[in-house]
Nanobody, 123 residues
Framework: QVQLVESGGGLVQAAGSLRLSCAASGRTFSSYAMGWFRQAPGKEREFVVAISWGGGSTYYADSVKGRFTISRDNDKKLVYLQMNSLKPEDTAVYYC????????????????WGQGTQVTVSS
């Protein structure tokens, strides 16, 4: 099994940037595709982006395409989410998750999740 811990969230002004990290434990990290999801207050969890097992393929939600970039380092067991040109509507708790399939936008199909990190974008 793999355990995930997100970090890097915080408060940023609109148009600013943040980089989230997701640290994984476990020997099978590279066997899983990884995704980022987010959930704003009063809203359902939303798919943000996914990356394939080796990192060669990515899939973005339209709402973040061109602004966010996902990457992974399997040697270090890390997944990153670089977020640029942030908007107030990006405010949410961001979660990383791992699963077998790619690309998968349905969060129920992911096997394990981190605890989340808060991102707040002020206008």
């Amino acid at each position: 099994q793999v355990q995930l811990v997100e970090s890097g969230g915080g408060l940023v002004q609109a148009a600013g940037s943040l980089r989230l990290s997701c640290a994984a434990s476990g020997r099978t990290f590279s066997s899983y595709a990884m995704g980022w999801f987010r959930q704003a207050p009063g809203k359902e969890r939303e798919f943000v982006v996914a990356i394939s097992w080796g990192g060669g393929s990515t899939y973005y939600a339209d709402s973040v395409k061109g602004r966010f970039t996902i990457s992974r380092d399997n040697d270090k067991k890390l997944v990153y989410l670089q977020m640029n040109s942030l908007k107030p509507e990006d405010t949410a708790v961001y979660y990383c998750a791992g699963g077998r399939g790619f690309p998968v936008v349905d969060g129920t199909l992911y096997n394990f999740w981190g605890q989340g990190t808060q991102v707040t974008v002020s206008s």
